[in-house]
DNA sequence: GATGTTCATGAGAATCATTCTCGCACAGCG
DNA sequence: CGCTGTGCGAGAATGATTCTCATGAACATC
């Protein structure tokens, strides 16, 4: 270990603020994929007010951290939830937003073999499925 | 042929314009994903000059009607591109914007398969990969 | 070819998510 | 208890996309 090393409370060199530590925790309690203006008004609502600004920066370290997985739907607007660390996509009701991860180690195989015999290199892919759930498909509109 | 039938030149039902005509053209040309911004700077660049609104129309009527594909890159623009009839991905570099469609049935089928076990119905599924091509892979930077 | 209805166009304004600015607050440290 | 650099946030700025609405053009009909 290195003398400039500054090894601080967690892993990711952030402070702590009463800020981030809000946003993690609303996170924490959710399981859909939700957008940066919908997190802040959540936080708002529940009294733990933050400023917008600081939930877009809060939410992109987290990203940078590996600790969120970010998803861009149709109209533009980014999504952001907790994710595990490992490697998995997302099949997500597109009604209600929750979401299931999924790991599938054929569909990686296939996506660098294929890559690879175009000459690709470098690779990277994206993979989601959407789809309404069962409690969607069965409840009323 | 029934009376109100109009049966224009094409099966869209819309109008032939200079300006679609125009775009329609230059994407025809293109072989990589362009955005909005860009295609509506190159058909001004050659002489064909469209305004910005008419761009965005059109290029959303073509998607409407199946004859583009649409890509929403990390920064939140969307980049367009003409697309065969059959359901395909893509296989994209991202620093030249080259792109292969690629077709792979096990995916399909996975993905339907995956959702399903989730009881997930309407589902639909976003495959792309990203890589560097052999080209700009052995092109300095 | 002339005409009327209807859809397309485009300049500019409006929208809206996201980012930037920069003065102020505070977490971490000794 | 101060110091210092990072984090905060109100408001401005950015930039893609969409909307408004008056004008222009396509096309079926005469
Ligand atoms: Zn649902
Ligand atoms: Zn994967
Ligand atoms: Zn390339
Ligand atoms: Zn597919």
């Known amino acids: 270990m290195t003398v400039g090393d500054p090894a601080p409370a967690d892993l990711s060199g952030r402070r702590s603020t009463r800020q981030r530590s809000a946003l993690v925790a609303l996170l924490e309690e959710l399981d859909e994929f939700r957008s940066a203006q919908d997190l802040h008004a959540l936080l708002r ?29 149709t109209d533009g607007e980014a999504a952001y939830r907790r994710c595990s660390p490992s490697h998995h996509h ?6 209600c937003g929750r ?5 599938d180690p054929p569909v990686e ?21 959407f789809g309404t759930c069962a409690a969607c498909t069965t409840a009323p509109s």
């Open 45 to 73: 609502a529940r009294g733990d007010a933050v400023g917008l600004a600081t939930v877009y920066r809060t939410l992109q370290s987290l990203v940078d951290d590996g600790q969120l997985d970010v998803l861009r739907s």
């Open 90 to 95: 997302h099949l997500v009701c597109r009604s």
């Open 99 to 103: 979401t299931v991860e999924v790991a």
């Open 109 to 129: 195989r296939w996506a660098a073999r294929m890559a690879a015999e175009h000459g690709f290199t470098d690779v990277q892919h994206q993979v989601e499925v």
